[in-house]
């Protein structure tokens, strides 16, 4: 079987788009999603993105790690999927059902923004700060230790409008970039300054912006499509 693809990036944080709408997919096993995730074996990507038809909004996006589990959000996958159907269908803003909420997007001059919902503060230590915005995530300033079981973002310094991080992300390992992952840093670095200032998130593959509106964290920064083409699921050739 062959399926259609598109290879897009923010930041370096890259996803494989299988578009669920239009076409017909393969049964999304963990086998395959490892296999088209895979650098050397598949296309490659940090997660595989899957649109879906749905009556909510203009599509519902679907997120997988490398090792076949799912995400509940991805704020830069979400943005290369607004700017995919910004393009596609030719709007001025789009919106994208997740599984607990929809997403709107559009294009600004920073690139795309997407509302990425609210962050709520778990747990404040001396040493990092627990942050739920779908995913769970712990922030670290300086040091830290490996969580298995949240993202982890490292801040190697900030101030009132620039935090710089590293990040390891659940079920992926070390990406370039991360969206919730500046999310919850600005929202730990707000809980240590005295008001939430819009933020610069310099990642490892770039830098995006988050601010807050409404309670809500924003997320703004460029995307690209890097290339599309067909994925031989039978075997390991990408055809292009």
């Given at each position: 079987m062959q399926t259609p693809f598109v290879k897009m990036q923010a930041q370096g944080n890259d996803f494989v788009i299988l578009n669920g709408?239009?076409?017909?997919?393969?049964?999304?096993?963990?086998?395959f999603i490892q296999h088209i995730c895979n650098r050397?074996?598949?296309i490659g990507c940090d997660q595989l993105l899957i649109l879906q038809p749905s009556k909510q909004a203009d599509a519902l996006m679907l997120i997988y790690n490398t090792?076949?589990?799912?995400?509940?959000?991805?704020?830069?996958?979400?943005?290369?999927?607004?700017?995919?159907?910004?393009?596609?269908?030719?709007?001025?803003?789009?919106?994208?059902?997740?599984?607990?909420?929809?997403?709107?997007a559009k294009?600004?001059?920073?690139?795309?923004?997407?509302?990425?919902?609210?962050?709520?503060?778990?747990?404040?230590?001396?040493?990092y700060v627990d942050v739920l915005i779908g995913n769970a995530h712990r922030v670290y300033f300086q040091n830290s230790v490996a969580c298995p079981e949240r993202n982890v973002e490292t801040i190697h310094k900030y101030d009132e409008q620039h935090a710089e991080i590293?990040?390891?992300?659940?079920?992926?390992?070390?990406?370039?970039?991360?969206?919730?992952g500046a999310c919850a840093t600005a929202v730990a670095v707000w809980s240590k300054v005295s008001?939430?200032?819009?933020?610069?998130?310099?990642?490892?593959?770039?830098?995006?912006?988050?601010?807050?509106?409404?309670?809500?964290?924003?997320?703004?920064g460029v995307v690209s499509t890097v290339f599309q083409g067909v994925f031989n699921c039978t075997d390991t050739a990408v055809r292009i």
């Open positions: 709408i239009d076409d017909t997919l393969p049964e999304l096993t963990q086998s050397h074996l598949g090792d076949g589990s799912q995400a509940a959000n991805c704020g830069n996958g979400l943005r290369c999927v607004g700017d995919l159907l910004l393009r596609k269908l030719d709007k001025d803003e789009v919106s994208i059902a997740l599984a607990d909420r929809v997403v709107e294009r600004t001059n920073l690139g795309i923004q997407v509302g990425m919902g609210h962050a709520e503060i778990e747990q404040v230590t001396g040493d590293s990040i390891v992300e659940r079920g992926a390992g070390e990406t370039l970039a991360c969206g919730s008001r939430p200032h819009p933020l610069t998130i310099h990642m490892p593959g770039g830098e995006a912006v988050v601010h807050q509106h409404n309670d809500e964290c924003v997320l703004e």
